[in-house]
């Protein structure tokens, strides 16, 4: 897990959040979550998770029903949303069609009474941070997607707000402009020091841009760590099926052992070992998860060894995707770098599987994900 912010080092604070529509069912439940000042926080998960409305009630457009909310250690559930200082960027842009780029980022100076020289300033100043200099003149349907998608970051951040919200903002975009937006927030972010929190339900996203991932299912945190902790260490069944890409085998825990590996019995009657993450008792069923890269084709070195058959190969460059069917289950994923010709790859061959204990994980029970 990612370490605590300090206290007193928290832009924002979750404390008991709760929200319900209906006042009944609720949609967030019980948040606790603290925000480091220049922290660039991403709250991920699938819809419905809780994550959109917990980003709006931070905004201030949705009211919590139980908790507080903390803003530069100052409660803000009564502040109105113009009255908090947080910079937001919607995937429509949220751009006056009829006025230019300039006119556009001045505008939320101007209501603010910014005298009119320093308002030239820093629209300049802004639109150079986000590589746009000499398209003040013109009106957004004469920028493309990307660049609107900029002018956008730059109007959150034109009034040099101490928090920008980030709702979705790329999913408008194709996926080589998205991937290029990634970096460039990213970077924005780096240069300026701004506390960003994102709201995503793109994994990869999530992964590229954040210090801090807080993976959000039906309204409850399942973890709260850096992109590698996220990856490399989930602490449960759904975090390891939602972020990346899984080998999914159901077991019977046989024991646990002081180092705390499980050795684990599948149902095709093999056992293996995995470190024991949500496997807690002896008689439990697991679901062991390993990444496709952590396997190797007949290797020269693993604690855990299966057979298995070549079903399908794709070839995608880089590696090669190998579709496997091991311990039952024809679903299993290989990642084969792409290091020219080799004969232990190829379609029907029988091969044995292996990977290390360490790279394997023993996580509370939970049925496949389709």
């Known amino acids: 897990m990612a370490t605590e912010v300090p206290a007193g080092e928290a832009m924002v604070r979750f404390v008991n959040v709760q929200k319900s529509y209906d006042g009944e069912t609720l949609v967030v439940k019980n948040l606790n979550l603290d925000i480091a000042k220049g922290e660039f926080l991403t709250m991920l998960g699938p819809s419905g998770s809780g994550k959109t409305t917990t980003l709006m009630m931070l ?3 949705e009211p919590a ?3 507080e909310i903390f803003l530069k250690n100052q409660p803000i559930n009564n502040v109105p949303p113009h009255k908090r200082g947080i910079g937001m960027v919607f995937q429509n842009y949220a751009l006056f069609p009829h006025m230019t780029i300039n006119e556009n980022l001045a505008f939320p100076l101007q209501v603010r009474n910014v005298p009119k020289a320093e308002i030239e300033d820093r629209v300049a100043k802004v639109l150079k941070m986000v590589e746009l200099p000499q398209m003040g003149s013109r009106r957004p349907g004469q920028l493309s997607g990307g660049q609107q998608q900029r002018i956008a970051v730059a109007l959150a951040l034109v009034f040099e707000p101490d928090l920008v919200l980030m709702d979705e903002p790329l999913g408008a975009l194709d996926k080589q402009l998205r991937e290029q937006m990634q970096y460039e927030i990213k970077h924005i972010h780096e240069r300026l020091g701004v506390t960003v929190v994102y709201v995503t339900h793109d994994q990869s996203e999530a992964l590229t841009m954040s210090n801090r991932i807080a993976v959000f299912n039906d309204g409850v945190v399942q973890q709260l760590s850096t992109p590698a902790d996220l990856y490399e260490r989930p ?5 390891a099926q939602f ?3 899984n080998n999914k085998l159901k077991g019977t825990v046989a024991e646990i052992g002081a180092d705390n590996l499980a050795s684990v019995k599948l149902e095709t009657g093999e056992v293996v070992k995995a470190l024991a993450i ?3 008792e002896k008689g439990g069923r697991t679901l062991l998860s390993v990444r496709p890269e ?3 084709i007949n290797p020269t070195a693993a604690d855990v060894v299966l057979h298995g058959r070549i079903a399908e190969l794709i070839y995608l460059g880089d590696h090669i995707r190998a579709r496997l069917e091991v311990a039952g289950h024809d679903n299993f994923i290989v990642k084969v770098p792409n290091k020219g ?3 232990d790859v190829a379609q029907g061959r029988e091969v044995r599987v292996g990977w290390k204990a360490a790279d394997c994980r023993a996580l509370d029970f939970a049925e496949f994900r389709h």
């Not at 602490?235 to 975090?239: A, C, P, T």
């Open 59 to 61: 905004a201030g457009f």
């Open 65 to 67: 029903t139980h908790g």
């Open 235 to 239: 602490v449960n069944s759904f975090v």
């Open 243 to 245: 972020i990346g890409e």
């Open 278 to 280: 949500g496997a807690r």
């Open 294 to 296: 952590r396997v190797e």
């Open 341 to 343: 010709a080799t004969s």
